[in-house]
Structure formats: C-alpha cells, structure tokens
C-alpha cells in the first residue's frame, strides 16, 4: 500500500487527536475498539486506507462472538469476496483490481445475529492509478474569433457544425456558431433564472443541462424544446459516446445516463496515481479516451473510460496566455469534429477559439 496525500491529512489529524487526549486516564484507542465491538469486526483495512492499482489489500477479520454468527460474507462494493466464512479470527487478501476501476470502494464484512438481522461493518477505501500521466502540450495550430460575451459551458460538433451552451443567470443561451467567425447563426435564450452548463447531439437530438435547476432540457435541431428531464444535484458538463450521455458534476464522477430516461446507468471515479481528480467540468469523447476540463485549472485529463486512470494531463497554459483579456474567466470548452479530425478549445468569457493539437 502507497502513502498518498490523503493518507498524510488523516495520519496528522490521528496525530492531533492523540496529542489531544494524551491526559486521558483512558486509552482512546482502546475505548474506541470496545464501544464498536460485535460478534464480528474488521480491524483493517482502515477506513480511508489508499492503495495502488495491484495492490495486495488485507481484510482482518475480529471474530468476537462465534456462537452469534451464521452467513458471515466479504464484499466489495456488492461484489462477493468469500461467503460462508468459518466464524474464527482470520485475514483474507484480494487484489486492488476490483472492477477494473480506479476510485472508493466499500470493503463489508457482514453476518446474521442471533435475531436473523444482518449486521454490516463497512470500511471505505481509495484505489489509486497504477500509471503515472503522460505529459503534453496544447499546442495552438489556428485561431477563430470567439463571442467575448459566451460563458462557455458547452461546445460541440454535430455534422460539421458548432454548436455551443453558455452559461450565467440571464445570460445563458444555446447556439449554433460559425466557426470562420465566430458570429452565433441561431440562438435560444434559456429562462432568466437558469444558468446553463453543458450541451451534447445525439441522434438530430439536443441535450442541455443546467447548474442547480436539476434539469435536462431536450431540443430538436429547429432548437424547439422537446422535453425537460430531471436529475439530481448538480449539471457541469456532457458528451456522449453514440449511445450513452455522459455527464460531469464537479466531483470526481462521471456517469453514463441513459438517453431516454436520463437514468444512471453506470458511473467512473477518476483518479491519478497520486489524487483523487476533481473539479471535472466540461467533457468530450475523442477516439475513445475521455477528455476533461478541470475548473479552474488551465489544463485538462486525458481519461481511459474502462479504469478511470488519467493517462495524460495536457498542458494548456499557452492559450490561457494568449486569451487573456481583461474579465475573461477560465479555460472550459473542448469541441472534436470527427469529420475532419480537428479539436478546438475556448474559455469562458474568451475572444478566441483555438484549433489544437495534442503533443
């Protein structure tokens, strides 16, 4: 098991509280173990424990009353480790590959009490890449004008066209765009009390989340709006992969929503070797790997969609560089036009629209 920075926060808060009560008469510890007894407990891992991709993770389990136990399981976020377990103290290891993901997962010893209730005790633990990113550059292979008063929360290609989402209370709008100029051809405002976030096209089918309204509208391509869809918590970002639409809320978390629905269908956590990656905004699929704005950060996350392991950051300071303008705001916006091969990245609030390349 690697040390990883959330290990160290929590070694130093354990550090903290034991200085703290270091003039207790008793053991805090001890107390603690104690007070949570039941017929049976895990004693590792620790809860918050981070390991690597690989890695050997140990379940200890505390048998304190066999004669209360039948059933006694091991489980992985649902998925079954070891049932039927002899009901005797015992360590039992598996491997940190659970799923093929990268993220949190719940590590559960549960058993049947002499009531026939299930008794659970769950720990919580971090699986970090196995891989250390690559490192590249946006590097700038031609400039479009960009309308300075787009917040830019969307931007897509649909059959050779662009199309863009922006954000801000009465400013929000969907838009269709001409590259060459930057001027909008068409546009639908959204309700003054409505901030915008990202857009995705889908089968001649427009979808438009928004920040904290939980909602999902749906237009048509005359952008006539078809239907709302609700959701829950926050909208940040959308692309879809010919099937599904993925979607991005600020955390570490993208889930893939079923079109017709909007319902979760399946979800990633993205991680790196050494964090947990947050703040995911803006999103766009291109030749299979994910690729992610990170707020506020002038780079974005090359993703692998199987693991969630970022397999790249790309380094993208050169056109925050050549944006900057005074009141312009943060890098968000990656459009891939697959009928020529081109990605294009903006800003919120930027004058300029970037042809890229990735190198």
Known sequence: MKTHILQSIILVLSLFLIVQCAGDSEDPIEKQIVQNTRAAQLTAPLNRNTYDYGDDITAEIQINDPSSITDLKLTVNGEVIAENINPESQTISFKATIGGKVGWYRVSLS???????EVVDNRDVAIFSDLEPESKKAIIANTYPHAKTSYTQGLEFYKGQLFEGTGQYNQSILTEVDLETGDKIR????????????????????YQITYRATQCYVYDMDFNL???MNYYGEGWGLCNDGEYILMSNGSSKIVWRDSKSFEIVKELSVFD???????????????????????????????????????TYIDCKDLALDAKDLGNDVLNGIAHNPETGKTYMTGKWWPKLYEVIFE
């Open 187 to 206: 546009e639908k405002p959204l309700q003054d009390h409505i901030f915008g976030e990202g857009i995705t096209i889908l089968n001649d089918t427009i």
């Open 111 to 117: 058993y049947t009490d002499k009531e026939g209730k």
């Open 273 to 311: 070797n050494q964090t947990e990656v947050v703040n995911l905004n803006e999103l766009e699929l291109i030749n299979g790997d994910l690729y992610v704005n990170l707020y506020q950060e002038n780079r974005i996350a090359q993703v692998d969609t199987s693991s969630g392991k970022v397999l």
């Open 226 to 228: 078809l239907s709302t």
